[in-house]
Each structure stands twice: as structure tokens, then as C-alpha cells.
């Protein structure tokens, strides 16, 4: 068990992961249960089992379940056990991981779209610590501590009552928000040297041979959606794709499938021109379908400035939201460099 905490030690030094630290620092001996609250890949199961490592019980059980990965009965049959026969193909007793973490953490992670059922039964263990084992009628004692994660913004389910409020308000004692990467640049090259040295052993080269300050801007630059874990796989790549121990990694490979001999992209808008047609008919032709109230014939006498600028920032959205936020793949539709896409989003505050 120990060990496996000594494996997943936490890279970071910026004040905001810092903070965090302290945190789970002070809500880890506390008997009551800790929501972990991030964007995808931010380190929200790290965090967890740090919580529980740090906590009285780190002796005991640490279970962990993905909510997500399971339909609403299998996940009650697994959360709280059943009976034997309790449902065709319900076998023998089956223990849940409420009863294995018995004494110990259970991390319930993607919690937000467990059904009304399952928050109910979850509730009343909070409460009154005892549930029963599905198609059984004896209620059975448990003693856990829960901790819980997801990425959505539980607050907001609760109010369109797609998440039950009093459940919230048990789970929430203490909430743990963890910073997406881009807000923590400060550790982006501290996380990257330690993926880049684990891939360069894996790959058995004799060192790492670092990256060059061009790589290094570009790994600082990247906005990282899919945040750490991102970065570890992008880190990955760009060395196993090197793989030469005499010289620092020059190319971060961001995107697996970028390619000469990339298959064109199928495009919605059946007419839309070549990727040779000027960059201003490509353009029109890409805002007049969706939005024609956006770009209308203008009317003379105008404002030229404000009128280019109003066509570009419509542009931008469009591009953006159909690229659902990839600011990589925006680039790619708008015919962009990354970084003049960037430049230009930091000129109109759309960034
Ligand atoms: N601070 C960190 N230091 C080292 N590795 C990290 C850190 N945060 C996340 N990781 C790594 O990033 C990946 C994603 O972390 P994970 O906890 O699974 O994220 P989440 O559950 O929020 O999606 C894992 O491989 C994890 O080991
Ligand atoms: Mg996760």
C-alpha cells in the first residue's frame, strides 16, 4: 500500500498546487467526506488516494470504484453487495465496496450521473451509516469514509435537480478544486522532465537528454485540455518518437495524427471551397451557412474597422465552438498557425 503512494508521488510547486497540498493536508484526519472537483486529467485520483494516505485509516482498505463505467443496477449491485439470487444471474452473495472498505476510504469517482436510487442509497449510508444489500432485507453497518470526484459542476446539477441537493450538501463537508494545468504553467516543465525521464528508462536509453528551449515554449504555450494527463502522453510521444539519447527532443508532438497523408476532413457545408481558395472566401463561405444574421451584405457608408473586427470575432466563435473549444484544431480550420490563432484570440480577449 505504501508503496504504491511512494509511485504516485505528486509533481508541483506552483502556489496554486501548493495550496491544494495544504488542503488535503488538513481535511485528510477528518472523518467526513471530501468531494475532489477538476477538469479531466487534473490529478483528481492522485488526490484521492493521497487523502486516504494521509488519514487514520491509511492501514485499512482503500476501494475505489468508476460510477461512469457502470448502468444504475450494476451499480448498486456493486456499491452495496446483493444476495444471492437476488436478480437472474445474481450468483452467490456478492460483497459490495461499501462492506470491503469497512473501516477503511471508498473513492467514488464520476459520481455526477449516478441515478436518483443510487444517491438515495447513498445518502442514507452517509446519514445513518447502513444500507442493504440488494434483494436483501437486514441492514448491514458500515464504518467508511467517502470521497468522491467528478469534473462536473455539481452545484448546477442540483439546481436543475439533476443532482440531489441534500446529497451535495453531505458530500461537500469539504471541496477540493483542483486547478486545470494552464492555470499552473510553473509546473509544466517540473511534470514534463519527470514523464520524459520515466519514458527515456522505459525506452532504455542511458539519459534523458532534455528538450530544447523551443520545445520547452512550446510545451508552456499549449493550453492542455486534457490537462496532466495530457501532457504525460504528449511528453511520452515526443520522446519515444525521438529517441536518440545524444540529443534534446526538439518536436513535441501534440496531435498523433497529424500527417501529410491525413484523409481529408468530411466538412458539413457540402459547398465549401478548397483549403486553396483565398483565406476571406474560404471564410465567408464557412459563416454564411450557419449564420447568415452574422455577416450581412453591408450597407454603405460603414465603419471599416469595426466591421472587419466584428466579422473576425464572429469568425473566431464559430470556428471555435465548432472545433468544440480545440484551440489546435481552430487553428487547423481557419488555416492558422497555433500561434497566430493565439495571437489573435489575446488581441480580441477571446483567449
Ligand atoms: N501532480 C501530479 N504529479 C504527477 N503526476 C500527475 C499529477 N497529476 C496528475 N498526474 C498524472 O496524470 C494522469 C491523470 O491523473 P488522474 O488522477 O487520473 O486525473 P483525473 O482523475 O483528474 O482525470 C495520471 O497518470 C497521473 O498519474
Ligand atoms: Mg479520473
Redesign the pocket.
Known amino acids: 500500500m505504501t508503496n504504491s503512494f511512494k509511485q504516485?508521488?505528486?509533481?508541483?510547486e506552483s502556489n496554486a498546487?501548493l495550496s491544494v497540498l495544504d488542503h488535503v493536508s488538513q481535511a485528510a484526519p477528518l472523518d467526513k467526506p471530501v468531494l475532489i472537483i477538476?477538469e479531466?486529467?487534473?490529478?483528481?485520483?492522485?488526490?484521492a488516494k493521497r487523502l486516504h494516505f494521509l488519514s487514520q485509516r491509511w492501514e485499512q482498505p482503500y476501494i475505489t470504484l468508476n460510477c461512469a463505467a457502470l448502468n444504475e443496477n450494476l451499480l448498486e449491485s456493486e456499491l452495496f453487495g446483493h444476495e444471492s439470487g437476488a436478480f437472474t444471474g445474481a450468483g452467490k452473495r456478492h460483497e459490495g465496496r461499501f462492506e470491503r472498505a469497512h473501516k477503511g476510504s471508498l473513492f467514488l469517482?464520476e459520481l455526477a450521473n449516478t441515478s436518483g436510487l443510487v444517491q438515495e442509497k447513498l445518502l442514507r449510508v452517509i446519514e445513518y451509516g447502513e444500507f442493504e444489500r440488494v434483494g436483501g432485507a437486514r441492514s448491514v453497518r458500515t464504518d467508511v469514509r467517502l470521497i468522491c470526484?467528478t469534473?462536473e459542476d455539481l452545484p448546477a446539477l442540483a439546481e436543475r435537480s439533476e443532482f440531489r441537493a441534500d446529497l451535495l450538501d453531505r458530500l461537500a463537508f469539504d471541496v477540493i478544486t483542483?486547478p486545470p494545468l494552464r492555470e499552473r504553467t510553473d509546473?509544466i516543465l517540473h511534470?514534463a522532465d519527470?514523464f520524459a525521464i520515466n519514458m527515456a528508462r522505459q525506452l532504455s536509453m542511458s539519459m534523458f537528454p532534455g528538450f530544447t528551449s523551443k520545445a520547452q515554449q512550446a510545451l508552456l504555450e499549449f493550453d492542455w485540455p486534457g490537462?496532466?494527463?495530457e501532457l504525460?502522453n504528449v511528453v511520452e510521444r515526443s520522446v519515444y518518437r525521438h529517441n536518440n539519447d545524444a540529443l534534446p527532443v526538439h518536436q513535441i508532438i501534440l496531435d498523433p495524427f497529424e500527417s501529410p497523408w491525413r484523409p481529408a476532413q468530411r466538412i458539413k457545408t457540402q459547398d465549401r471551397q478548397p483549403a486553396a481558395a483565398s483565406a476571406t472566401a474560404a471564410a465567408a463561405e464557412v459563416a454564411t451557412p450557419t449564420s447568415p444574421a452574422s455577416n450581412p451584405a453591408p450597407v454603405l457608408p460603414l465603419d471599416f474597422k469595426d466591421t472587419v473586427q466584428n466579422f473576425e470575432v464572429n469568425l473566431l466563435k464559430q470556428a471555435l465552438e465548432e472545433s468544440q473549444f480545440n484551440q489546435k484544431r481552430t487553428a487547423e480550420v481557419l488555416g492558422l498557425s497555433y500561434h497566430q490563432l493565439r495571437g489573435i484570440l489575446k488581441k480580441y480577449d477571446l483567449l
Request: charged share 30%; net charge neutral; no cysteine.
Open positions: 504516485d508521488n505528486l509533481i508541483g498546487f477538476g479531466r486529467g487534473t490529478g483528481k485520483e492522485l488526490i469517482d470526484a469534473n483542483l509546473d511534470l519527470h490537462n496532466v494527463r504525460k
